[in-house]
T-cell receptor, first 113, second 109 residues
Framework: EPEVTQTPSHQVTQMGQEVILRCVPISNHLYFYWYRQILGQKVEFLVSFYNNEISEKSEIFDDQFSVERPDGSNFTLKIRSTKLEDSAMYFC???????????FGDGTRLSIL | AQRVTQPEKLLSVFKGAPVELKCNYS??????LFWYVQYSRQRLQLLLR?????SIKGFTADLNKGETSFHLKKPFAQEEDSAMYYC???????????WGAGTKLIIKP
């Protein structure tokens, strides 16, 4: 069964540094999402992406965040200048149509020092 | 505002006992509800969606619009059911998922 893959599984970064989290959605999926889960808290929606543009973003997704689909297969989340409070699990998800269930990757654990 | 509430952070039951994981939602529109499961060191996986009305791994969940609930039930728990369970609401305006805080289910032998 095809899967969403995320790399790296764990990223450790100094505060203030830029970080890029990578996701390879399922190949025939067109709708992509990023969520995050701070340790001990609930999963939170960050952004949805379709047709090479953001379709929706949450209040968390401020100017420090950006998403890109650089090459037709990868879907990346960039945090420009990381803060301690960005430490969390980041999940990528994809779906073929917005009405279909979202398929999740394993997540990337981001630790900001 | 849209909200999903899972009142129990932790639920511990004996193998063979019935299980009910509670989920309540708040949404003014027509809800679409899901249960996702996360086994230890694995990814979030879709367990159930209310429109399918299926039974997966012995679990069922019925949407009760009057009580705004979507509780997950299984009549006889098995040890392999131990996992984190998340209830999620999809809102139609933008298809994002609103998540509950999750319930950790522990099945004791």
């Amino acid at each position: 069964e095809p899967e969403v893959t995320q790399t790296p599984s764990h990223q450790v970064t100094q505060m203030g540094q830029e970080v890029i989290l990578r996701c390879v959605p399922i190949s025939n999926h067109l709708y992509f999402y990023w969520y995050r889960q701070i340790l001990g808290q609930k999963v939170e929606f960050l952004v949805s992406f379709y047709n090479n543009e953001i379709s929706e973003k949450s209040e968390i997704f401020d100017d420090q965040f950006s998403v890109e689909r650089p090459d037709g297969s990868n879907f990346t989340l960039k945090i420009r200048s990381t803060k301690l409070e960005d430490s969390a699990m980041y999940f990528c998800a994809s779906t073929s149509q917005p009405g279909q269930p979202q398929h999740f990757g394993d997540g990337t654990r981001l630790s900001i020092l | 505002a849209q909200r999903v509430t899972q009142p129990e952070k932790l639920l511990s039951v004996f193998k063979g006992a019935p299980v009910e994981l509670k989920c309540n939602y708040s949404y003014s529109g027509s809800p679409e509800l899901f249960w996702y499961v996360q086994y230890s060191r694995q990814r979030l996986q879709l367990l159930l969606r209310h429109i399918s009305r299926e039974s997966i791994k012995g679990f069922t969940a019925d949407l009760n619009k009057g009580e705004t609930s979507f509780h997950l039930k299984k009549p006889f728990a098995q040890e392999e059911d131990s996992a984190m369970y998340y209830c999620a609401l999809r809102i139609y305006s933008n298809y994002q998922l609103i998540w509950g805080a999750g319930t950790k289910l522990i099945i004791k032998p």
